[in-house]
T-cell receptor, first 116, second 115 residues
Framework: AQKITQTQPGMFVQEKEAVTLDCTYD???????LFWYKQPSSGEMIFLIY??????QNATEGRYSLNFQKARKSANLVISASQLGDSAMYFC?????????????FGQGTELSVKP | DTAVSQTPKYLVTQMGNDKSIKCEQN?????MYWYKQDSKKFLKIMFS???????INETVPNRFSPKSPDKAHLNLHINSLELGDSAVYFC??????????????FGNGTRLTVT
């Protein structure tokens, strides 16, 4: 079964420090896409970063990087130099190869709080 | 320049009423979606449309009827609203709904409260 697991319901990080949000996935597909989304308290869903299963290098987007370990089926999000505005819910998601028309599989989310 | 815009942002209504949520994307994407986020923040797909054609109907009650007049618009009409319909509804779009490397871009959500 296709599944995304985020084991950290809540995380705290000090401003300016780095933080890693965990994500493991389960799929039997060889091809798939992994995504991270940010949902601030205002409610919108913001696309942060994408990693393809065949990408050999870890994806990076500004202060966001994805620590992709295919053999361990993990796709952790690393946020460097945390800012107060990073406080939000973060969702890991997967599109399997046979994704049936864009059916994103979401994890439960991790609520990140950045402390000043 | 909002990429995916949905209206209204908040919708408060009584049980039994009919309501609609509108969605438009200006990204030129081929595929549009409706997702539902429940009170525990869990997100799940409801519908997807590719170029006005229904691709996914994820066992949603037929009180929910999506309408796609063109590939840039996907509206959601809900009949006979029930308390359990209270949730946040997200519209989204992607370049290619059949591709696993095509990110979905979400609208800002519509918080529906049924009283």
């Amino acid at each position: 079964a296709q599944k995304i697991t985020q084991t950290q319901p809540g995380m705290f990080v000090q401003e300016k420090e780095a933080v890693t949000l965990d994500c493991t996935y389960d799929t039997s597909d060889q091809s798939y896409g992994l995504f991270w989304y940010k949902q601030p308290s205002s409610g919108e869903m913001i696309f942060l970063i994408y990693q393809g299963s065949y990408d050999e290098q870890n994806a990076t987007e500004g202060r966001y990087s994805l620590n992709f370990q295919k053999a361990r089926k993990s796709a952790n999000l690393v946020i460097s130099a945390s800012q107060l505005g990073d406080s939000a819910m973060y969702f890991c998601a997967m599109l399997p190869f046979y994704n049936q028309g864009g059916k994103l599989i979401f994890g439960q989310g991790t609520e990140l709080s950045v402390k000043p | 320049d909002t990429a995916v815009s949905q209206t209204p942002k908040y919708l408060v209504t009584q049980m039994g009423n009919d309501k609609s949520i509108k969605c438009e994307q200006n990204l030129g994407h081929d595929t549009m979606y409706w997702y539902k986020q429940d009170s525990k923040k869990f997100l799940k797909i409801m519908f997807s449309y590719n170029n006005k054609e229904l691709i996914i109907n994820e066992t949603v009650p037929n009180r929910f009827s999506p309408k796609s007049p063109d590939k840039a618009h996907l509206n959601l009409h809900i009949n006979s609203l029930e308390l359990g319909d209270s949730a946040v509804y997200f519209c989204a779009s992607s370049q290619d709904g059949s591709s696993y490397n095509s990110p979905l871009h979400f609208g800002n959500g519509t918080r529906l409260t049924v009283t």
